[in-house]
Each structure stands twice: as structure tokens, then as C-alpha cells.
């Protein structure tokens, strides 16, 4: 634990970078700062994807300037390197936007919130991660009509509970940050007011039912009194035995349990593998090996899990590549190190030929805030509720008490960073009329889905 002595020192020492990389710099965001062309940036990122699903990827990257930012995190990582960061490192999401954020178990059955994706985790300049969620809040809240004033208080929000919550976690000894979560019973308690206490009550009780059990109907359907995945092309479909993705996959979950522990290997025991399904997911994932796994126990009882390919970070071009040789094992610590609990059953391998893959329960308690319930005093709301949870998964593998002596106490990092938010939101929706051009152009293909009933 650090004694008031060495926490006066961290401060003092943080303080004095602000005479190299003020917090006013933070705000800084120009065109001319740019190095990459979007579009190659984007394109480079498509290589060695399934290029089927690549229409599907533009397509659902086309839908709105925040939808484009969620699908080309590549092309603000390397934007981010380009503008004054302190040094200070943290294990860092990576690909932090608001979509990230939402709801799972941990092993005592509780329902945590936190940052539910790290396909581009690495250690990295928590500057990277601040500052893209920020403009995520910045373009969503333009979508949803917010004036440039409204906007700027809800990423200000997040900004402020970032800051505010990182100087709490500073007082902590590790070991007590370590232990802090950020679950459904904290943030029932600590809600502002009657309507987001029961919007909160109601957020946990649809978490708890989001078990294995409630996939059949969406999921998986029952034929001839068996499950099976239910074929829904291009984005689930069932794979046949044999099939040289089923076989890729099946070699992955056959060594995958070789990097979990003893008993988690000994709870995977009591299931059966019955079949796999290619499933698509997301928006930057969209073209990458994803696939879901249905395991059933001796009495029947469904196990869903997830194989999905990791890749290199976005992050290695521009912070150092990953100290583990193997992609899903950088995934699996950096998720480990941010979360405040992970899923019993994360773990990771290669196929025979070499593609690199992490694993993961499905679905166990797993939600998210619904995109179209973020407005008003829901938005502002959740704005501070992922600031809360950046701080502490920032704290948790960081140094909390420097980046807090550099943060400060005042409002300028919030104003520097709303500011940075703004700027940047501009560049992506110029950008994202770059990308719309090209569609239009017939450059870049792209397959738009039907509104799901």
C-alpha cells in the first residue's frame, strides 16, 4: 500500500509532466496531423478476412459516422499516436467505445458492468482509450440529434466521472482495487434518482435471464427432441462435420483447455461437443473466423461457447507489440488484467494451420444498454457509468496514483478532452463521407441487412 509519503510523491512527479504534455495540449486535434489515407487504412484492415463478409463488414460500418468509427479503430489508433501523450501506460482496451460497456456474471453469479471487449488490447497510453470513447459519446449524441452544447455535457460527463472515480481508486492499496467491481447491487445504490434506480433494477433483471437456457428460439432450436444451432446465413450457420472450418475449429476447442485451470478444465469434462456454427459478430470483427460451439452435460443441460480469431492489436503499430507470442493469450491477460472478474471458461489456442483463436462462454448473463435507450437522462447517465468503469479497469493494471497527479483535480483534462472529442468527431464524419462516396462510387462493396422484427 502506498504510504502518504510515496502517494505525495507519485502526485508530485505526475505534476510535473504537465510542464511537458500540458493538459490543455489534450484538446488538440487538426487534419494535417494525419499520416494514413482512410481508405487504405480501412482496406489494409480487410486482409486476410473471409472476403465474402467483407459487404457485410462496409455494410454495417456504413450505417452512421459512430457505426464507421466502431469498424476502424486502426485509423484512430494511429491518429492517436500522432498527438501529445504523457508517457503514463496502462493495459488499455484498445477499441473502447460505448458498445463496449455492458453486462456478464461473474463465477459468484453476481452481474458486473464493465468493458466486454478486447480484441485490441495491449499495453498503451490510457490517452488512446479516454479519448476514443469520448468522441464515441461526441458521435452518438450528434446522431441522436444532441446540439453541440448537449453533446459536450455528455462526454464531459464521462470525461469528469473518469477523473473523479480515478482519484478515489489513487487512495486505494492495489490489493483493494484489485477486489473493487462495479456490479448491479453498486450501481442500484448509487443511482441519482427513483427512475434510474428502476431502470437499473430492470437492466440486472434481464441480465439474469440472459442464461444458456434462453438461447433456445433465438439461438438454438429443438428438431426431433435435439438442439441444434438455428441456420440463419450469412450470419449463424450451422457447419457441416468435416467441413474445413468445422475442422479448424474443433482442433481449438480440442487443445483450447490446455490454458485454463485444473478445475475449469475439470467443469468442461462434463460436457459433450454436439456441433459448431460460423456466427458474425460485431462491427470491426465482421470478415474474422468467429465461430459458437454447443456443448450439452450428461442431463442436457446446453453449454455455449464462442471461438473466435485474434488478430494483431491495432495498438502494436504505434505502442510495441504484444509481450505474448500468441494473440489470444495477449486477449485473454488484457481482459483478465481490466476486468474486475472474467469469464471461468477464457482461454486460447491455434489450429493446425496456424490461425491463433481465443474462447469464451456465449452468453452468461451477457447485455448491453440498448443503443436506442441512450438518450436523455439515460445517456448522461451511462456517459458516467463507463467513465467509473475505465477509471477502475485503468487502476487496476496502471499506476492510479500518477495518472491521477496529472488528471488533477480541476475540470481542464475534461475540458481538454471534450474539446479533442469534438475536433474528432469531425474528422470522422468527414471521413465517414469519404467512405460513403466510395460505396456510392461502387469501390467498395457492400450488403446492408434487413431490420430484424
Same mark, same amino acid.
Given at each position: 500500500?502506498?504510504?502518504?509519503?510515496?502517494?505525495?510523491?507519485?502526485?508530485?512527479?505526475?505534476?510535473?509532466?504537465?510542464?511537458?504534455?500540458?493538459?490543455?495540449?489534450?484538446?488538440?486535434?487538426?487534419?494535417?496531423?494525419?499520416?494514413?489515407?482512410?481508405?487504405?487504412?480501412?482496406?489494409?484492415?480487410?486482409?486476410?478476412?473471409?472476403?465474402?463478409? @467483407?459487404?457485410?463488414?462496409?455494410?454495417?460500418?456504413?450505417?452512421?459516422?459512430?457505426?464507421?468509427?466502431?469498424?476502424?479503430?486502426?485509423?484512430?489508433?494511429?491518429?492517436?499516436?500522432?498527438?501529445?501523450?504523457?508517457?503514463?501506460?496502462?493495459?488499455?482496451?484498445?477499441?473502447?467505445?460505448?458498445?463496449?460497456?455492458?453486462?456478464?456474471?461473474?463465477?459468484?453469479?453476481?452481474?458486473?458492468?464493465?468493458?466486454?471487449?478486447?480484441?485490441?488490447?495491449?499495453?498503451?497510453?490510457?490517452?488512446?482509450?479516454? +479519448?476514443?470513447?469520448?468522441?464515441?459519446?461526441? @458521435?452518438?449524441?450528434?446522431?441522436?440529434?444532441?446540439?453541440?452544447?448537449?453533446?459536450?455535457?455528455?462526454?464531459?460527463?464521462?470525461?469528469?466521472?473518469?477523473?473523479?472515480?480515478?482519484?478515489?481508486?489513487?487512495?486505494?492499496?492495489?490489493?483493494?482495487?484489485?477486489?473493487?467491481?462495479?456490479?448491479?447491487?453498486?450501481?442500484?445504490?448509487?443511482?441519482?434518482?427513483?427512475?434510474?434506480?428502476?431502470?437499473?433494477?430492470?437492466?440486472?433483471?434481464?441480465?439474469?435471464?440472459?442464461?444458456?437456457?434462453?438461447?433456445?428460439?433465438?439461438?438454438?432450436? +429443438?428438431?426431433?427432441?435435439?438442439?441444434?444451432?438455428?441456420?440463419?446465413?450469412?450470419? %449463424?450457420?450451422?457447419?457441416?462435420?468435416?467441413?474445413? @472450418?468445422?475442422?479448424?475449429?474443433?482442433?481449438?476447442?480440442?487443445?483450447?483447455?490446455?490454458?485454463?485451470?485444473?478445475?475449469?478444465?475439470?467443469?468442461?469434462?462434463?460436457?459433450?461437443?454436439?456441433?459448431?456454427?460460423?456466427?458474425?459478430?460485431?462491427?470491426?470483427?465482421?470478415?474474422?473466423?468467429?465461430?459458437?460451439?454447443?456443448?450439452?452435460?450428461? #442431463? #442436457?443441460?446446453?453449454?455455449?461457447?464462442?471461438? +473466435?480469431?485474434?488478430?494483431?492489436?491495432?495498438?502494436?503499430?504505434?505502442?510495441?507489440?504484444?509481450?505474448?507470442?500468441?494473440?489470444?493469450?495477449?486477449?485473454?491477460?488484457?481482459?483478465?488484467?481490466?476486468?474486475?472478474?472474467?469469464?471461468?471458461?477464457?482461454?486460447?489456442?491455434?489450429?493446425?494451420?496456424?490461425?491463433?483463436?481465443?474462447?469464451?462462454?456465449?452468453?452468461?448473463?451477457?447485455?448491453?444498454?440498448?443503443?436506442?435507450?441512450?438518450?436523455?437522462?439515460?445517456?448522461?447517465?451511462?456517459?458516467?457509468?463507463?467513465?467509473?468503469?475505465?477509471?477502475?479497469?485503468?487502476? +487496476?493494471?496502471?499506476?492510479?496514483?500518477?495518472?491521477?497527479?496529472? @488528471?488533477?483535480?480541476?475540470?481542464?483534462?475534461?475540458?481538454?478532452?471534450?474539446?479533442?472529442?469534438?475536433?474528432?468527431?469531425?474528422?470522422?464524419?468527414?471521413?465517414?463521407? %469519404?467512405?460513403?462516396?466510395?460505396?456510392?462510387?461502387?469501390?467498395?462493396?457492400?450488403? %446492408?441487412?434487413?431490420?430484424?422484427?
Amino acid at each position: 500500500m502506498k504510504t502518504d509519503a510515496t502517494r505525495a510523491a507519485a502526485y508530485a512527479e505526475a505534476r510535473a509532466l504537465r510542464s511537458k504534455v500540458s493538459r490543455s495540449s489534450h484538446a488538440v486535434w487538426k487534419p494535417e496531423m494525419r499520416r494514413a489515407d482512410p481508405m487504405q487504412t480501412l482496406l489494409a484492415t480487410s486482409r486476410n478476412r473471409l472476403e465474402y463478409l @467483407l459487404p457485410l463488414r462496409y455494410g454495417r460500418m456504413s450505417a452512421s459516422p459512430f457505426t464507421y468509427m466502431r469498424g476502424c479503430a486502426a485509423m484512430m489508433a494511429a491518429d492517436l499516436a500522432a498527438v501529445p501523450a504523457t508517457g503514463l501506460r496502462v493495459q488499455a482496451c484498445g477499441d473502447c467505445h460505448l458498445g463496449n460497456f455492458g453486462a456478464f456474471a461473474s463465477p459468484e453469479r453476481r452481474v458486473l458492468f464493465d468493458v466486454i471487449d478486447f480484441d485490441e488490447t495491449l499495453p498503451a497510453p490510457w490517452e488512446f482509450d479516454l +479519448k476514443r470513447l469520448a468522441t464515441s459519446f461526441t @458521435l452518438a449524441a450528434r446522431e441522436k440529434g444532441y446540439d453541440r452544447r448537449r453533446a459536450r455535457e455528455v462526454t464531459l460527463a464521462m470525461v469528469r466521472s473518469y477523473r473523479q472515480h480515478l482519484y478515489e481508486y489513487a487512495q486505494m492499496a492495489p490489493l483493494d482495487i484489485w477486489y473493487a467491481i462495479i456490479d448491479s447491487e453498486v450501481l442500484i445504490r448509487t443511482s441519482p434518482n427513483a427512475s434510474t434506480r428502476r431502470r437499473r433494477v430492470q437492466f440486472e433483471k434481464r441480465a439474469r435471464a440472459r442464461s444458456g437456457e434462453s438461447l433456445l428460439g433465438r439461438l438454438l432450436v +429443438k428438431r426431433n427432441g435435439r438442439l441444434q444451432f438455428r441456420d440463419q446465413p450469412p450470419t %449463424i450457420e450451422r457447419l457441416r462435420r468435416g467441413s474445413k @472450418l468445422e475442422t479448424s475449429f474443433r482442433s481449438v476447442l480440442e487443445r483450447y483447455p490446455a490454458s485454463v485451470a485444473e478445475d475449469r478444465r475439470t467443469l468442461l469434462s462434463h460436457y459433450r461437443l454436439v456441433e459448431l456454427a460460423f456466427k458474425v459478430v460485431g462491427v470491426g470483427s465482421v470478415g474474422t473466423r468467429c465461430a459458437v460451439a454447443l456443448y450439452l452435460s450428461e #442431463g #442436457g443441460e446446453p453449454l455455449v461457447l464462442q471461438i +473466435k480469431e485474434a488478430v494483431p492489436s491495432v495498438l502494436g503499430p504505434h505502442v510495441g507489440n504484444s509481450a505474448f507470442a500468441h494473440e489470444g493469450q495477449r486477449v485473454v491477460v488484457g481482459q483478465r488484467l481490466m476486468q474486475c472478474a472474467s469469464d471461468i471458461f477464457l482461454g486460447w489456442a491455434s489450429d493446425d494451420e496456424g490461425r491463433e483463436y481465443y474462447v469464451r462462454q456465449l452468453r452468461d448473463m451477457k447485455t448491453s444498454v440498448p443503443y436506442e435507450t441512450l438518450v436523455g437522462e439515460v445517456l448522461y447517465n451511462f456517459a458516467g457509468m463507463c467513465g467509473w468503469v475505465l477509471a477502475r479497469a485503468h487502476s +487496476k493494471a496502471g499506476d492510479a496514483a500518477r495518472l491521477s497527479g496529472y @488528471l488533477g483535480r480541476s475540470d481542464r483534462i475534461d475540458e481538454a478532452v471534450a474539446d479533442f472529442a469534438h475536433a474528432y468527431a469531425d474528422q470522422c464524419e468527414r471521413d465517414y463521407e %469519404i467512405f460513403t462516396r466510395a460505396i456510392r462510387a461502387g469501390r467498395i462493396p457492400v450488403q %446492408i441487412e434487413r431490420a430484424k422484427r
